[in-house]
């Protein structure tokens, strides 16, 4: 295996790293409440309905994506505005745990609109919200 920053052969037997690690402030951790019987049953409903709508492709000669959340999680964060970290931190680990409930579909589909969603690294803070236009005293 060939280490991209190096060009040379990496010894760690770890998956290899494809762009360089972004130095980020630490993340606080969040508790997410567990799932409540009626919103478990609303997800089953929702999800019935959706495999409706979109059947799974069903293929036997079809490709298999294997989803390593840890570094789904890392991926996205590091592609997220630092100043919407925390909004984004709560909807991946919210996606995380609908997961478990959903299709492969859905949860693939999910995270794309994640991906569509969040302001990237290079979009400006807006001012609402910031202090910046409030008169001071």
């Given at each position: 295996?060939?280490?991209?920053?190096?060009?040379?052969?990496?010894?760690?037997?770890?998956?290899?790293?494809?762009?360089?690690?972004?130095?980020?402030?630490?993340?606080?951790?969040?508790?997410?409440?567990?799932?409540?019987?009626?919103?478990?049953?609303?997800?089953?409903?929702?999800?019935?309905?959706?495999?409706?709508?979109?059947?799974?492709?069903?293929?036997?000669?079809?490709?298999?994506?294997?989803?390593?959340?840890?570094?789904?999680?890392?991926?996205?964060?590091?592609?997220?505005?630092?100043?919407?970290?925390?909004?984004?931190?709560?909807?991946?680990?919210?996606?995380?745990?609908?997961?478990?409930?959903?299709?492969?579909?859905?949860?693939?589909?999910?995270?794309?609109?994640?991906?569509?969603?969040?302001?990237?690294?290079?979009?400006?803070?807006?001012?609402?919200?910031?202090?910046?236009?409030?008169?001071m005293p």
């Amino acid at each position: 295996m060939i280490s991209p920053k190096t060009n040379s052969p990496s010894t760690d037997p770890a998956l290899p790293e494809f762009y360089p690690r972004r130095s980020r402030p630490t993340i606080r951790p969040l508790d997410v409440p567990p799932l409540r019987a009626p919103q478990v049953r609303q997800i089953t409903e929702e999800q019935k309905v959706f495999e409706e709508a979109f059947p799974p492709i069903r293929s036997s000669t079809s490709d298999i994506l294997v989803l390593n959340w840890d570094e789904i999680e890392r991926q996205y964060l590091d592609l997220v505005a630092p100043w919407d970290l925390d909004n984004a931190v709560f909807r991946i680990r919210e996606a995380r745990r609908m997961a478990a409930l959903e299709s492969p579909e859905k949860t693939f589909r999910w995270l794309l609109v994640l991906a569509q969603s969040c302001p990237g690294l290079d979009a400006e803070e807006p001012s609402s919200g910031t202090g910046k236009y409030l008169p001071m005293p």
